[in-house]
Nanobody, 120 residues
Framework: QVQLVESGGGLVQAGGSLRLSCAAS????????MGWYRQAPGKQRELVAT???????NYLDSVKGRFTISRDNAKNTVYLQMNSLKPEDTAVYYC??????????????WGQGTQVTVSS
């Protein structure tokens, strides 16, 4: 069984910063890409940022220059540093991992989500 546990969400004023963390645990053989998605009320879930095992990154246009994704492969952990936050960044943020378990099965795993609220 694989589990992704997120932390670091909360309430912050516009212009502030937050750092999200997501640690994967369980019977994991390998993790390729990891990423962060978000879903605001009444909107579809959208990709925020992804990072491959080789540290290649991809960002949603609206967060480029403000958010930075990174990972620690030894700890199976991905981070999202969010600076210059805006009220429109308010959403539930979900961690995602494209992983292979000990049986060789490859699948997407999701965290439970962490709320980020940015006040104006």
């Amino acid at each position: 069984q694989v589990q992704l546990v997120e932390s670091g969400g909360g309430l912050v004023q516009a212009g502030g910063s937050l750092r999200l963390s997501c640690a994967a645990s369980g019977r994991i053989f390998s993790i390729s890409a990891m990423g962060w998605y978000r879903q605001a009320p009444g909107k579809q879930r959208e990709l925020v940022a992804t990072i491959t095992v080789g540290d290649s990154t991809n960002y949603l246009d609206s967060v480029k220059g403000r958010f930075t994704i990174s990972r620690d492969n030894a700890k199976n952990t991905v981070y999202l540093q969010m600076n210059s936050l805006k009220p429109e960044d308010t959403a539930v943020y979900y961690c995602n991992a494209d992983l292979t378990n000990e049986y060789g099965w490859r699948f997407d795993s999701w965290g439970q989500g962490t709320q980020v609220t940015v006040s104006s």
